[in-house]
């Protein structure tokens, strides 16, 4: 009995653990499903990752590409890494250049409240940088003073995901 307790104090104390009542980073985005056999990542592991985001959500809508960065936190903090040694950078084109409108702007625009204000504003009280690209923002009518502090205006995604590969950003694939 005392070895089955001294293993259970053990494996709750490794750097792998986590709780599946463990509170998220970015409240209210950022769902993910525990995976209890994988592969295993250690609490110094680092990530330095950008992600592309170019879909638009549907007006009012959350935009789900956006959120991804918000799991990628909370499922890694989850699982020990610490909220320090995770640094993401959301790279905004195409069509989505409207969904880092600041929320008067957005109503405006879309008479709907922009349900990815808060997320945006989250993800960048926690170590994440967000650029949207000028060309397309400059073709879908959004000015640099109507997107949510914070944000960037990058002359291009093309030139911010550059930029972002010389600092040592690694392309999240999908």
Do not use: W
Not at 20 to 35: L, Q, R, S, W
Not at 38 to 65: C, E, L, R, S
Not at 77 to 83: D, F, L, S
């Amino acid at each position: 009995m005392k070895m089955t307790g001294l293993l259970l104090t053990l494996v709750l104390l490794s750097p792998f653990a986590h709780s599946k009542e463990a509170k998220p980073v970015i409240n209210g985005f950022g769902n993910y499903f525990d995976v209890p056999k994988h592969a295993p990542i250690t609490a110094d592991t680092k990530f330095k990752i950008a992600f592309d985001v170019a879909p638009a959500a549907k007006a009012g809508q959350q935009n789900n590409y956006m959120n991804s960065l918000a799991r990628f936190i909370n499922m890694h903090v989850a699982h020990g890494v610490k909220p320090e040694n995770i640094e993401l950078a959301l790279v905004v084109h195409g069509d989505a250049s409207v969904d880092v409108l600041a929320n008067e702007y957005y109503q405006q625009r879309f008479d709907a409240q922009n349900k990815n204000q808060d997320l945006i504003t989250q993800l960048l009280k926690n170590n994440t940088v967000v650029y949207v690209c000028g060309q397309s923002a400059t073709y879908h009518k959004v000015k640099p003073e109507q997107l949510i502090p914070g944000v960037q205006m990058a002359l291009s995604a093309m030139t911010a995901h550059a930029q972002l590969q010389q600092q040592g950003y690694t392309l999240n694939p999908f």
